[in-house]
């Protein structure tokens, strides 16, 4: 069993930054790949950016340029830096990754607000 806590999120003024961070615990034999997706009020789940154990990214267009992705294998953690933020990136962030525990499972974290006011 694995567990993700998130932290980071909160109320931020329109191009300001926040930066979020998700630790992952528990039976852990290996975590590949880890990211963050975003829900927003009646909107669907949608995945913000993704990093393996390699280092390699992939963002959604809508954050590209503004948002960073990154992760410490040692330390099972994984960050996305945001920049210049909008309005429209308000929503619930959720933590993300595929490990092995006891079997090879997805894994979830509770979410954490992030609000950009205008």
């Known amino acids: 069993q694995v567990q993700l806590v998130e932290s980071g999120g909160g109320l931020v003024q329109s191009g300001g930054s926040l930066r979020l961070s998700c630790v992952a615990s528990?039976?852990?034999?290996?975590?590949?790949?880890m990211g963050w997706y975003r829900q927003a009020p009646g909107k669907e789940r949608e995945l913000v950016a993704v990093?393996?154990?390699?280092?390699?990214?992939n963002y959604a267009d809508s954050v590209k340029g503004r948002f960073t992705i990154s992760r410490d294998n040692a330390k099972n953690t994984v960050y996305l830096q945001m920049n210049s933020l909008k309005p429209e990136d308000t929503a619930v962030y959720y933590c993300?990754?595929?490990?092995?525990?006891?079997?090879?499972?997805?894994?979830w974290g509770q979410g954490t607000q992030v609000t950009v006011s205008s």
């Open positions: 993300y990754c595929n490990a092995v525990s006891w079997t090879r499972d997805d894994y």
């Open positions: 990093i393996t154990s390699g280092g390699s990214r």
């Open positions: 528990g039976r852990i034999f290996s975590i590949n790949p």
